[in-house]
């Protein structure tokens, strides 16, 4: 079972929908979860960042956290074509170590 | 305030030959990371360095070294090239290394070819 793991699309939305990005983590002593925005021949860059249970928004996304069920999930609300992208889900296990799923691939169609 | 920056931006190499990447922090940040990314494998962890010190290691073998200078600024190297190291490697900085809130931030990656 990999640390971290994500459905690697493509998930395709029309412009204007709602785009719902999963992810689960093996690891129970995991704290802080991250979702970073990966354009292609580009950098990853963050997204959000959630330490909590249950919701936190920042404009048109909202990351989810459910540690007991070891789940975290990204919201996109009124989805645009420079959305996008491969997102990433990132979680720290300890120190500074990021453990990445495979990313799963947004196409939004206008 | 400048992100983190690397060099160089892309790299062509053979195979045997050894390599020497370079990444500038943001500012303030005393912890750097470099990831190796590949189609295959995903965005990897290879280490990490606080106050020149390597505090974490990724599952890479010692072919694979780094370092972290006082002001910071981080080098990592490859030894006898293969074609599988061929890759975007990635650096990300950070404040601290205890906080488990701190977020990291990316620089923009050097492109490596192996031939």
Redesign the interface.
């Known amino acids: 079972q990999k640390e971290v793991e994500q459905n690697s699309g493509p998930l395709s939305v029309p412009e204007g929908a709602i785009a719902s990005l999963n992810c689960t983590y093996s690891d129970r002593v995991s704290?802080?979860f991250?979702w970073?925005r990966q354009y292609s021949g580009?950098?990853?860059?963050?997204i959000m960042?959630i330490?909590s249970n249950g919701d936190k928004e920042d404009g048109r996304f909202t990351a989810q956290l459910n540690k007991a069920s070891q789940y975290v999930s990204l919201l996109i609300r009124d989805s645009q074509p420079s959305d996008s992208a491969t997102y990433?889900c990132?979680v720290?296990v300890?120190?500074?170590?990021?453990?990445?799923?495979?990313?799963t691939i947004l196409r939004v169609k206008s | 305030k400048a992100g983190v920056t690397q060099t160089p931006r892309y790299l062509i190499k053979t195979r045997g030959q050894q390599v020497t990447l370079s990444c500038s922090p943001i500012s303030g940040h005393r912890?750097v990371?470099w990831?190796q990314q590949t189609p295959g494998q995903?965005?990897?962890?290879l280490f990490?360095y606080?106050s020149e010190t390597q505090?974490?290691k990724?599952n890479f073998p010692g072919r694979f070294s780094g370092r972290q200078f006082s002001n910071s600024r981080s080098e990592m190297n490859v030894s006898t090239l293969e074609l599988g190291d061929s890759a975007?490697y990635?650096c990300?900085s950070?404040l601290a290394?205890?906080n488990?809130?701190?977020?990291?931030?990316?620089?923009?990656?050097t492109r490596l070819l192996v031939l």
């Open positions: 704290q802080s991250f970073y580009k950098s990853p860059e963050l960042s330490y990433l990132a720290k300890y120190g500074n170590k990021l453990v990445f799923g495979a990313g | 912890s990371s990831y995903g965005l990897q962890f990490e606080f505090r974490n990724g975007l990635l990300a950070s290394i205890d488990t809130q701190e977020t990291q931030y990316f620089g923009p990656g």
